[in-house]
């Protein structure tokens, strides 16, 4: 009796251990195609539905042409005007040189006005025109729409799947998946990495990465994952 026990405790075991690694591969597969998605399709869906919702003609030309980079600094200069360079870099992490292309072509196109500074001719400050602020004003209605739809669909959820999801996101924006892998190789494979260099594409260091992190979770907690990102991303 005890040896059947033993043994159906390792079958269980053995069990809960190719449903967690199955769990995990079946959570990586759906992120990496969120980013696909994302990266294929949000762009083209948020300035088509900018252009649904307005009659001007002006700002649909420039939404035709308009980057997302573009978006995001009329965001930040509508935000904090008048603004400098320097400051839009730090807190939107755009990078210094590409503030200053995009500034100059958004001034081109008259979506953004320079204001010189007293006593500095080296500094300017950025404002909006009218025709830039138009952009600003629709842009910020199209966050408030996603916000909106974003939450009528999270509360379909029980209270403890968002915290779940809350805990998880935390957990992901907070960990160093280089430190994790740097970690592993100095325990498991000193001699190897003296010896050889290895080259991994971004797609399989991306998926590791993942499998680094889902694996600290128990099956239940994969399973509510994988349920949640169906649900939100491959159900209609």
Do not use: C
Not at 122 to 134: A, D, Q, S, Y
Not at 166 to 185: F, G, N, P, R, Y
Request: a negative charge.
């Amino acid at each position: 009796m005890a040896r059947y026990q033993k043994d159906e405790g390792e079958k269980t075991i053995m069990n809960n251990e190719i449903e967690q690694n199955a769990l995990i591969t079946e959570v990586i597969d759906h992120m990496a195609a969120i980013q696909q998605r994302f990266q294929a399709e949000g762009e083209d869906e948020e300035k088509k539905w900018m252009m649904m919702h307005t009659s001007d003609s002006d700002v649909i030309a420039f939404l035709k042409v308009a980057t997302v980079q573009m978006l995001h600094v009329i965001d930040a200069i509508g935000e904090l005007e008048p603004v400098n360079g320097i400051t839009i870099s730090k807190q939107y992490n755009i990078p210094r040189g590409s503030v200053s292309k995009i500034t100059r072509r958004l001034a081109d196109i008259y979506m953004i006005q320079f204001e010189p500074v007293p006593d500095n001719k080296k500094e300017v400050l950025f404002r909006l025109t009218p025709l830039g602020k138009k952009i600003f004003i629709l842009h910020q209605q199209l966050h408030q729409h996603i916000h909106h739809n974003m939450s009528h669909f999270l509360h379909q959820y029980k209270i403890e799947d968002i915290r779940f999801l809350v805990s998880l996101m935390k957990d992901v924006i907070s960990t160093s998946w280089v430190q994790i892998e740097e970690k592993a190789i100095q325990i498991n494979e000193p001699a190897r990495i003296l010896s050889s260099k290895v080259e991994i594409s971004s797609e399989s260091a991306e998926k590791d990465d993942i499998v680094a992190m889902l694996q600290q979770l128990d099956a239940k907690k994969l399973n509510r994952a994988k349920q949640l990102i169906q649900l939100a991303f491959f159900e209609d």
